[in-house]
C-alpha cells in the first residue's frame, strides 16, 4: 500500500517535471520582453525577493545629509539610472518603454519611503528576472550610499540641490 502511494507521488512529480520541461523547450513560455509574464513566474519574482530583503531593512545610510552628497548621487543617477527610471519629469524614456519588466519611473513612483538599507541592496546586488543591473562591483561603496541617499530624499530636496535634479532628462 505504502509503496503504490510513494509510486504515485514520484510518476505525479515526474509528470509535472515533465510537462514543465516540454513547455519551456517548444517555446510555449514566453521569452519575448513585450509578453506579459506568467503569474507563477510573477509570484516567485515577488516572492523571492520580498523574502531576500527581509533582512537588508535593518542597514543604515552611514553618510551625512550634505549637498555635496545630494550632488554626487544626482550624478550617479544620471549616469547610471535615468535611462531606465527616466529623469526629473518622469517620463519614460524608449529603453524603459521597451523593457521587460517596465521599471518604474521614479520621480513619480519613488522610493522614498523604502529603508535605506533595502535601496542599498537594490543597487548592489540588482534583482533577477527584471533588467535592474548589480552596482556592487561597479560603483564604491560610497558611490552607491551617495545615490541611495538622493533616491531617499529625492521629493523634498534642499532648492540648490532640486535645481540639479530638475537638469536630469530622461
Known amino acids: ?7 504515485g507521488i514520484v510518476l505525479t512529480l515526474a509528470i509535472i517535471v515533465g510537462a514543465g520541461y516540454i513547455a519551456v523547450k517548444s ?15 510573477a509570484w516567485a519574482a515577488r516572492t ?4 531576500t530583503l527581509r533582512g537588508a531593512a535593518s542597514a543604515r545610510n552611514p553618510l551625512p545629509l550634505t549637498n555635496e552628497n545630494l550632488l554626487a548621487g544626482i550624478k550617479l543617477y544620471a549616469q547610471n539610472c535615468a ?4 529623469g526629473a519629469a518622469g517620463k519614460a524614456t524608449p529603453i524603459a518603454k521597451g523593457l521587460y519588466q517596465r521599471p518604474p519611473q521614479l520621480a513619480d513612483d519613488g522610493v522614498e519611503d523604502d529603508p535605506d538599507g533595502i535601496t542599498y541592496w537594490k543597487l548592489y546586488h540588482g534583482i533577477r528576472w527584471t533588467g535592474m543591473p548589480a552596482f556592487g562591483h561597479t560603483l564604491t561603496q560610497n558611490q552607491l550610499w551617495q ?7 529625492m521629493d523634498h530636496l534642499p532648492p540648490k540641490v532640486d535645481v540639479q535634479w530638475r537638469r536630469v532628462k530622461s
Open 27 to 41: 517555446g510555449s513560455l514566453p521569452a519575448n520582453a513585450d509578453a506579459r509574464p506568467p503569474k507563477l513566474e
Open 48 to 51: 523571492s525577493l520580498h523574502a
Open 83 to 86: 535611462v531606465c527610471h527616466g
Open 147 to 153: 545615490l541611495t541617499l538622493f533616491l531617499s530624499k
Open 1 to 7: 500500500m505504502l509503496k503504490g502511494v510513494v509510486l
